[in-house]
């Protein structure tokens, strides 16, 4: 059972649905070509927050943005624009192809299943620091905030999140580098004679002498 319709401002139709214990509104969105309306209906639980879902509506209805699926997730966008927009995107090839790594290996795996629409700030600032747990760089972690704030510049161009919750999202806390502990003369002067006679004498005895690390080593 429902109650009588109300004008909510000119803003659509909001009732209340007693059978469901909730408030529904109706705005007419558009009309298809062979003349009937198109309707979209939004609930809630009070009148005003119908009221509210009803404004957001016709804002987008405004911009052009009526026919967008806002159930889409950040996957399926972030995978179009990729395809769509970095593709094509005035950067370095090198750069296109970072973007596109960090799209895969840590954007769409941390945020993939979310509903673009619903992201906001908190929700990246857990997925950060999810990664930032997962034990990954610092830069790393910025670059992929870089790339989910273009996907979302994106979203927002086309009406799909009201606002980008990237801008006010903040980094998780950098970690403290770890302490690095160095041989003592007496350690590494044992480690050259217990290698003396093999293979690793050489290379063992440059890295002591130049700090040379193992893949600089490879070259030398």
């Not at 093999?198 to 440059?206: D, E, G, K, R, Y």
Request: aromatic content about 4%.
């Amino acid at each position: 059972m429902t109650r009588p319709r109300q004008r909510a401002n000119g803003e659509g139709t909001v009732y209340e649905n007693v059978g469901r214990g909730r408030f529904e509104g109706m705005l007419v969105t558009g009309y298809r070509p062979d003349g009937t309306v198109v309707r979209k209906k939004v609930t809630g639980k009070t009148k005003a927050e119908v009221r509210k879902k009803l404004a957001e509506l016709r804002r987008l209805v405004d911009g052009g943005a009526d026919n967008v699926d806002r159930r889409i997730t950040v996957a399926s966008y972030a995978k179009s624009w990729a395809a769509e927009q970095l593709a094509v995107r005035d950067v370095m090839h090198s750069t296109r192809t970072n973007y596109q790594n960090v799209l895969d290996g840590y954007l769409i795996p941390t945020f993939g299943r979310r509903t673009l629409a619903k992201l906001s700030p908190a929700h990246v600032e857990y997925g950060l620091a999810q990664l930032a747990r997962d034990g990954l760089a610092s830069n790393t972690i910025r670059l992929t905030k870089v790339v989910l704030g273009m996907v979302c510049d994106a979203a927002e161009r086309d009406g799909i999140l009201g606002r980008n919750p990237c801008r006010t999202a903040r980094l998780p806390k950098a970690r403290a580098p770890k302490e690095r502990r160095a041989m003592t003369p007496a350690q590494a002067e044992k480690l050259l004679d217990n290698t003396a006679s093999t293979a690793l004498h050489t290379p063992i005895l440059v890295a002591l002498a130049t700090g040379l690390r193992p893949g600089e080593l490879l070259t030398v």
